[in-house]
């Protein structure tokens, strides 16, 4: 087995221990700062997307076919996320939630999806570029497709996580839905 691949299976233990970690436990999010996160995966997904415009310019039809998938398919990740998420309002502006084993496997499902792109892209095969710009085009240009997606999914679980929290008075939890 080669090291990129043995680096491949290193990043998706890592990526599902992750996952395990910060569903399975019991998180306090502040109302006001529940957007921090998908803004700064934005920012990140930003500065990707110009490297893709920058570096493989040959990759932006992909990249706006891809972005705009990426956002439904987000969109919907977000959904599902946030209808298995237990949602808690502690207090007037603190939120306690709480995710689930769906909610993991629909996470680790939503990145796997960045594997299937990737067979999809190169065709399943090895392509041979004949210069180093255009031999991470593909794979740069999923990367910034897999930040459109975690964006879309994000704000679309924390959107449906305050809009179960208004209905919820301090003390009782509720799912998400």
Known sequence: ?????????????????????????????????????????????ALVIVSVVLAAPNQELNL??????????????????????????????????????????????????RLLA???????TNVVYTDAASAGGPSLMLNAVLLILLVSALTTVRIRILMTARNEPPGAARAAL
């Open 118 to 124: 990737r067979a999809f892209v190169s065709g399943g």
């Open 64 to 113: 706006i076919v891809g972005g705009l998938i990426a956002i439904v398919v987000g969109a919907g990740v977000g959904f599902a996320v946030g209808h298995f998420t237990t949602v808690q309002v502690q207090q007037p502006g603190l939120l306690i939630v709480r995710g689930s084993w769906i909610t993991v496997a629909i996470w680790i499902g939503a990145l796997a999806l």
């Open 1 to 45: 087995m080669s090291s990129s691949n043995w680096l491949t299976i290193g990043v998706i233990v890592l990526v599902v221990a992750r996952f395990l970690f910060r569903e399975l436990r019991v998180r306090r999010i502040k109302s006001s700062r529940i957007f921090i996160v998908p803004i700064i995966v934005g920012l990140v997904g």
